[in-house]
C-alpha cells in the first residue's frame, strides 16, 4: 500500500523535452531519413515528416534532449523543497541531477513521476546514455523483477489494473481539486517558448509547477492533506 511508504523517501520528478533542432532544416540528412523512417507508421500519411517533426520531435529520446529537470523532496518542516537542473548544455544538466542521485542521502530514494514509466524514467535513462554516461542506480533497471524496481507512477496507479486507461496530469489534478498547474502554458507549448521565445526560465516555473501538482496528487491518492512548497 502506499500509505507505508515513506514520503522522505520519495524523489516527485518531471521533465520537459524539446526536439534537437530548432526546425527540420537543421537536421542532417541521416538525421532527416532515420526520423522518416522511424515515424512513418504512426504518421501514415496525414502529416509530412517534416510536419510530424515539428510537433512530435521533442517526444522521442532518440531525436529530442532534456531542457529541464525538477525533483521535489519533502522536508521536516512538511513542505516539499523543488530543485531544478536546466539548461542548453543536456550533457552538464545531467551530470549536476546525477550527482543529487548519487548522494548518500538518497541512495535509497524512490522516483515519482506521472506516466514517467512510460516517458519520463527511460528518456533519462536513454539520455544519460546517448551523452556517454551511466545513468544513475535508480534508473538501472536490467535483471531487476519488477516489485524491485524503486519507481512509482502516478498514471499507474490510477489506472488501478486498466491498461487502456490514460489521464492527464491536468485532469488528475482537477478531479482532485488541486490547483492546476497549466495556468500559464502546457506541453505543448515547450518547444516554441525554447526557440522562438527563448525563455527557459518560464519553462523551468512550468515544470516545477509540475512537480508541486504531482506530489500533491500521490499525497490526494493517500488520502491526505495538500503539500505547500518551500519558499526561501
Known sequence: MIQHIPLEKILFLDIETVPQAGNWEELNE???????????????????AQEFYSERGGIMAEFGKIICISVGILEKSEKLMIKSFSGDDERKLLEEFGEIL????????????????EFDFPWIARRFLINGMQP????????KKPWEIPHLDTMELWKFGDYKS??????????????????DI???????????EKDLF???QYCEKDVLTLANIFRRMRQEELLERKTD
Open 30 to 48: 541521416t538525421d532527416q531519413y532515420l526520423w522518416d523512417k522511424k515515424t512513418r507508421m504512426q504518421r501514415k500519411e496525414d502529416f509530412t
Open 102 to 117: 548519487n548522494h548518500p542521502k538518497l541512495h535509497d530514494v524512490i522516483l515519482c513521476a506521472h506516466n514517467g514509466k
Open 136 to 143: 544513475p542506480k535508480p534508473f538501472q533497471m536490467f535483471g
Open 166 to 183: 490514460f489521464i492527464s496530469l491536468e485532469l488528475l489534478a482537477h478531479v482532485f481539486g488541486i490547483p492546476t498547474p497549466k495556468d
Open 186 to 196: 502546457d506541453g505543448s507549448m515547450v518547444s516554441s517558448i525554447y526557440y522562438i
Open 202 to 204: 518560464r519553462i523551468v
